[in-house]
């Protein structure tokens, strides 16, 4: 008996981790954007939302094979997110820290109510490159998918550590987070430098949300809930580590699985407002991230 | 001296129309005015105080619902039970503030989110009291025999008043001690302190007096609506209430009017701006079967929102101050070294 309730709760574990795995990719691109910037993007998941229609759109109106079609969608995430910062992030860069998350409030709103004026609120269905079926390790069924997506987002987590910390691109970028006079000074085209993190988080949100698609089902929606859980993800491994934000990730989606089942489902939300809230105040730099300081 | 009578008109032309407008008109002069003690509220918090809540319609749940559970169990007289509302959410935006002396800009908004998202599915949660998904009835208040008011007109008064009084309170609490404590706080928190302002009194205290006006509009709506459910109370009002401050002018008395006003009347005749949209859509073949207009709205506020932040970051109001050149000092815009080029 001890041992069967060990293994639902082992059970618990895993369906949290394949939750926490689409909280981790969103997570991710949160703190692509925040490492490259400085800003805290609202507007992530419905921008991952919106491209993830794109790429349905290419597949089921117009026929486009799967390969072809998520290139396609990624350049298009990634001018559809320079864009964005060029014309409308960059006229609030030098306010204060409120007018650009108005900004990308704006942006949320924007790209929700557009998506459901264009593709309705009907929940689609997305392609899998992946079979849908399941594995059994150890007595615990672990589904495919779950796999696939939580694959992706580690090496999707290397690449970007390694692009950050080890390219000149990278740390160009994030001098320019960092301090853009002198990021400025020593030659970085800093404008260039902002409108290339919200192109490459926007891309990564894009591949976030086709991931994400074939589990959640397509529509409008679809990244209210997985945002406020990327947020306290991103919150909990610190926004300034990618590590962090998949360790994050997963971690919310774990715990949140195992009160669901112990607790209460209708307490999940709170949960995360708990979380977000206990960290920031005990430890706002995060699990893995480091202080930053400011000079005052 | 002009300004003055303008207001003494304004406010007589307010408090004659209930008594000559059918009740549709009383029922949107009512929504305007609670929408305007939120935005009061909120405009302490986030103009004066310079602290960003995207957690308001939470305070606004709790205002309805604290009024609705005291109105039913406790059977209280009307006033009271409003004011135990702005009460119990004056008591969770106190213990919101706390924490939220450790947070700045985004994580504060991160952390607002939070709690706007998680207000309404604990209303699902515990049912025996609020209702859960039926939500919460309530009767509403009758105007007294001598008055011979019809319900609309009355409760149209309830809350026009209401209104008039908390504009009066703002304007008088904006340029007292406290006042002139936010807007110190906003501008430098440390030459502030440094002059003896207490960050962590004033900053909740910002907050409780925030969240006590958005509980106060909350239990209006309760009476007007004369029932309330979960779902008036999602994420998209925290967002609505942020849009009508930011489109009024935030750290301005009349620009939270105005811009409650607008953020009213805007869905009314967006149904017709939208489907315009629509039309349009439709005629270069962008649009998908079964699409819809519903919520198109949205993609309006976003559009506004954006054009104010970066054109007008002053709101509405700063038009009469540009105006006026009166600019100095209202909502101080850090315009940073900008060199070309780069």
Known sequence: ?296 | MAGRILLAVLVICLLAAPLFVNQFANFVLSRMAVYAVVALGLNLLTGYSGQISLGHGAFFAIGAYGAAIVANRLGLPWPLCILAGGLAAGLAGYLLGWPSLRLTGPYLAIATLALAVAVPQALLKFEGVTGGVQGLKLSQPRSPAGLGLAQDQWLAYICLVTAMAMVWLTVNLVRSRIGRAFIALRDSEIAAQAVGVSLSRFKTLAFAISAFYTGLAGGLLAYLLGYIAPDAFTLVVSIEFLTMVVIGGLASVAGSVIGAAIIVVLPLLGSNLTDYLAGLLNLVGLSAVGATTKGLIWAVYGVILILVMVFLPGGLVSLYYKAKDFWAGAWPREKGVRPGGV
């Open chain 1, 1 to 296: 008996m001890a041992e069967g309730q060990l293994l639902s709760l082992a059970q618990q574990v895993v369906s949290g981790l394949s939750a926490g795995s689409i909280y981790a990719l969103l997570a991710l691109a949160l703190v692509l954007i925040y490492q490259s910037t400085d800003v805290v993007n609202f507007a992530q998941g419905e921008m991952a939302m919106f491209t993830t229609f794109i790429a349905y759109t290419l597949l089921t109106w117009y026929g486009v094979p799967f390969l072809p079609a998520v290139a396609l969608t990624l350049i298009f995430a990634f001018l559809l997110g320079y864009l964005v910062e060029r014309v409308v992030v960059r006229p609030v860069e030098e306010a204060p820290a409120l007018s650009v998350v108005i900004v990308t409030l704006g942006l949320y709103s924007i790209f929700n109510s557009v998506a459901g004026w264009v593709w309705g609120y009907v929940p689609k269905g997305f392609p899998s490159p992946i079979p849908g079926g399941t594995v059994r390790f150890f007595g615990l069924t672990v589904g495919l998918l779950d796999l696939w997506i939580l694959g992706c987002a580690l090496v999707i987590m290397v690449l970007l550590h390694l692009f950050l910390r080890r390219t000149t691109l990278g740390t160009a970028m994030r001098a320019t987070a960092h301090n853009r006079t002198a990021a400025r000074l020593v030659g970085i085209p800093v404008g260039r430098m902002l409108s290339l993190g919200w192109g490459l988080s926007a891309a990564l949100g894009a591949v976030a949300g086709m991931l994400a698609a074939p589990k959640i089902f397509l529509e409008p929606n679809m990244m209210a809930g997985v945002l406020l859980y990327a947020f306290a993800g991103a919150v909990l491994g610190g926004l300034g580590s990618p590590f962090g934000a998949i360790a994050g990730g997963l971690l919310v989606g774990v715990i949140e699985n195992l009160l669901g089942a112990l607790v209460a489902t209708e307490l999940k939300a709170g949960l995360a407002f708990f979380m977000i809230l206990a960290v920031l105040v005990v430890r706002p730099q995060g699990l893995f991230g480091t202080v930053r300081r400011r000079k005052v």
